[in-house]
């Protein structure tokens, strides 16, 4: 069973001209109210985009970022230096010996190094005897 889940995706916004027209209706006199009727857009919606053309002097939409997340690893030069005596381990082992840090901390770190992670041993013995029984 699938659930609906287009409720969760980002809203689209407002195109240029809609703003535009807003504020030139805005500008021309006619009150907010109005303008939100006639348009079909929110009260709030309008006075935002008065307020964000007063303070840039454009009505572009601004993108919302998310800020840069800081990485746990602060120490880079001794990161390096515990990879490459524990290149043995996996990323959980090596969350483990450098400590309160997560695997997807140490991925990311791993990444930025330009390190491989080491793949986990997908064959059994089981099924290298079927393949060698075959040939």
Known sequence: MRYDT?????????????????LDLVKGGMSISRVSRILQISRPTVYRWIE?????????????LPPPQESKIQDWEKFKKVVDN??????????????????????????????????KLTATKSGVKNRELRF
């Open 52 to 64: 964000q053309f007063e303070k840039t002097g454009s009505t572009v939409p601004c993108k919302v």
């Open 86 to 119: 524990n290149g043995d381990k996996t990323q959980k082992e090596l969350a483990e010996v450098w400590g309160d840090i997560s695997q997807q901390s140490i991925s990311r770190g791993l990444k930025k190094l330009g390190y491989t992670r080491k793949k």
């Open 6 to 22: 287009s409720f969760l995706e980002m809203a689209i916004a407002y195109s240029q001209d809609l703003r535009v027209r807003a």
